[in-house]
């Protein structure tokens, strides 16, 4: 019996749905340039108070209804878009900055330095990050600027234990051995030979978790340790909906839907890029 001709491996981002991509990319889009436009593209003033459009129903006027103030829900989750984006983007850049930097220099310095750090991240991921963004932040106080720092804080373990990871990987590599062998210092081969390798290792990572981080940011927000009001949130306005459920459900479900529209475009899109940057995975 003639053998069976290789079958070409085909990349799981290739096999993957392309029209289930370009909804997912589309939806993101769309909530980005939403939130960067968000005073030109928001119909009202998110603050604006019209007690006579108390608790109105989706109508032309508003198109995501009004809750108990009168406040225009879609213009107040247009705003909220952008700050959940905005503390998305700066936590993913400090978590993956420290935790970069720590799982660098853990991997290629190898000894106790290793073993220090490995051992704090252990202890970070022994803890759920609700539950240590909540004891952070009721330490520290709330703030936009700390609740980034508090929410870093809970994020950062992943970035270290996975650039570790690759760092022990690539000392190894002859290019590193070359350069050790040229009298280059161990800083200089980590930061111009090591780092560089890492790019692509950083960039999944960091768009994998921007979806986690505006989950935890409302979740935070939702029990009153998030953005403070009159400031709009996902999460604060899904809380201030609660209590109107029955009567005025667009007040909790609009911005819900956005936010779940929102973290589901965002992990299909990291989901997507990790395949195309690792087409070796399996299928």
């Known amino acids: 019996m003639p053998a069976l001709p290789d079958v070409p491996r085909v990349r799981r981002s290739a096999a993957r749905p392309r029209i289930g991509l370009a909804v997912a ?27 006579g459009d108390s608790l109105a129903a989706p109508s032309a006027a508003h198109l995501f209804g009004a809750d108990q103030l009168g406040r225009d829900v879609l213009s107040r989750a247009i705003h909220g878009a952008r700050v959940s984006l905005l503390i998305a983007a700066a936590t993913v850049l400090l978590a993956g900055g420290l935790g970069g930097a720590l799982g660098l220099v853990a991997g290629f310095a190898g000894g106790r ?72 210092s161990p800083a200089w081969i980590a930061w111009r030979h090591v780092a560089p390798h890492l790019a692509g290792t950083f960039v999944v990572l960091a768009t994998l978790d921007v979806g986690s981080v505006i989950v935890l940011e409302a979740t935070l927000s939702f029990l009153g340790l998030g953005v403070q009001p009159p400031a709009p949130s996902w999460g604060a306005m899904i809380a201030e909906g609660r209590g109107f459920l029955e009567t005025a459900w667009w007040i909790s479900v609009m911005p819900g839907l956005l936010l779940v529209v929102t973290v589901l475009s965002a992990n299909t899109l990291g989901d997507a890029l990790r395949d195309w940057l690792n087409p070796s995975l399996p299928e």
């Open 113 to 184: 330095i290793d073993a220090v750090v490995m051992r704090l991240a252990d202890m970070q991921l022994a803890f759920p990050a609700v539950i240590l963004a909540m004891a952070l932040a009721g330490a520290v106080g709330i703030d936009t600027g700390l609740l980034v720092v508090v929410l870093a804080s809970a994020n950062w373990a992943r970035f270290a234990r996975v650039v570790r990871s690759e760092a022990l990987s690539l000392k190894t590599r002859e290019f590193v051995l070359l350069a050790r062998l040229a009298g280059a």
């Open 25 to 51: 990319a589309l939806a993101f889009g769309l909530v980005v340039v939403a939130a960067l436009l968000a005073p030109w593209v928001a119909p009202v003033d998110p603050n604006a108070i019209a007690l």
